[in-house]
């Protein structure tokens, strides 16, 4: 049973582009967690999405980023215009059931760096 | 504003010392209780999870938690050189699906 999954790995973009982040939860698992890790600081929560549902988005941006989990295919987390502080480590992590927080499970991430 | 708060280290410890890592969270209605590993570049791993007050025993790692005084503590024993990374507090509260994280702690363990 494979783990959460998320690609890509490494995403280099230049200044304005659109980065574009998957997230594929572990099988079974209908409710998917965002985190942001700045460079020296904690992990952030960022949406808490299930199936075509933004449950929590109060961690997120308030202009160019945002976050889909269609009933087919992975939740893509979306940053349009990117800046230089964008660049971070963004994670996900997946759950079976509702407000689940039993120590999920993260993603192995995708390391964003804006240049 | 709920914060968790970690010494930043780096804590060093000897080769099978027993290495202690402290936690202090603000929000009194939190409820669970998480440490995680994280080695440089790699995503961060649960390694224990904690309820309610007292120890939680799992090999060589012990969690304790004392919510009056609210604080959470990891102690690992017989430290290894494999076990040097950053060690993360996580906690959550009402909400559960949503953690609260310090900034972690940079354990290294000499050989």
């Known amino acids: 049973n494979a783990g959460v999954m998320q690609n890509p790995r490494h995403l280099v973009r230049r200044r304005g582009q659109e980065a574009r982040l998957r997230c594929s939860p572990m099988k079974g698992h209908s409710h998917v967690y965002w985190y942001r890790q700045l460079p020296e600081e904690g992990l952030k929560f960022m949406v808490y999405l299930q199936k075509e549902n933004i449950i929590d988005e109060s961690g997120m941006p308030k202009e160019r980023f945002s976050a889909e989990f269609p009933k087919e295919g992975p939740s893509i987390l979306r940053i349009q215009q990117v800046v230089r502080g964008d660049s971070a480590a963004y994670f996900c992590a997946s759950s079976p059931r509702d407000r689940d927080s039993y120590g999920y499970t993260f993603g192995s991430g995708t390391r964003l760096t804006v240049v | 504003q709920k914060e968790v708060e970690q010494n930043s280290g780096p804590l060093s ?99």
Not at chain 2, 26 to 34: A, E, K, L, T
């Open chain 2, 13 to 111: 410890v000897p080769e099978g010392a027993i290495a202690s890592l402290n936690c202090t969270y603000s929000d009194r209605g939190s409820q669970s209780f998480f440490w995680y590993r994280q080695y440089s570049g790699k995503s961060p791993e649960l390694i224990m999870s904690i309820y309610s007050n007292g120890d939680k025993e799992d090999g060589r790692f012990t969690a304790q938690l004392n919510k009056a005084s609210q604080y959470v503590s990891l102690l690992i024993r017989d430290s290894q050189p494999s076990d040097s990374a950053t060690y993360l507090c996580a906690v959550s509260g009402g909400s559960n699906y949503k953690l609260t994280f310090g900034k972690g702690t940079l354990l290294t363990v000499n050989p």
